[in-house]
């Protein structure tokens, strides 16, 4: 089974958690474009640029849950990501993360605004997750299944 048919698969269980982690990883990719993309700017959103790149590196490891193997990490880092390995803990830090980037519409309006909207599909994801009491399912392509249980 390749890739695509093993994302087809996830896909087609109806788990809004897929959905979050998919979403996610568009948010990852989202984050770090727009925050370099933004880091430029001479005004007050370079703090919001910079927040968006923080937030963008630290998905990485909250949705590719193999990197807190392989990547030399700190144990107080560690025990902070294994916070959001359910889904209510998901969709509250890209709630978060998503509320940081549409403060920056205060500032000016930038493309922040993206990652401002990715980040509130990802937590939505999550969230509809829990509330329809769906199990966190992570991603078989991206590290979950039996490594996500080694790991929290």
């Known amino acids: 089974m390749g890739i695509m048919e093993s994302?087809?698969?996830?896909?087609k269980t109806r788990n809004f958690s897929i959905y979050g982690q998919?979403?996610?990883?568009?948010?990852i990719i989202l984050c770090i474009a727009v925050g370099i993309a933004n880091i430029f700017s001479f005004s007050l959103l370079i703090i919001f640029s910079i927040?968006?790149?923080?937030c963008g590196l630290l998905l990485i490891f909250i949705e590719i849950p193999i990197l807190l193997r392989i990547c030399p990490t700190s144990k107080v880092f560690d025990t902070f990501v294994r916070?959001?390995?359910n889904n209510y803990g998901r969709?509250?830090?890209?709630?978060?993360?998503?509320?940081?980037?549409?403060?920056s519409l205060l500032v000016k309006a930038s493309?922040?605004?993206a990652a401002a909207v990715i980040l509130t599909f990802a937590g939505f994801f999550y969230g509809l997750a829990g509330l329809k009491g769906?199990?966190?399912m992570g991603s078989k392509t991206l590290g979950g299944a039996g490594i996500a249980q080694m790991i929290v």
């Open 7 to 11: 994302i087809g698969s996830e896909f």
């Open 22 to 27: 998919w979403t996610g990883i568009l948010a």
């Open 51 to 54: 927040i968006c790149l923080v």
């Open 83 to 85: 916070k959001f390995h």
């Open 91 to 103: 969709a509250g830090i890209y709630i978060a993360m998503a509320l940081a980037q549409w403060l």
């Open 111 to 113: 493309s922040l605004i």
């Open 134 to 136: 769906q199990e966190f």
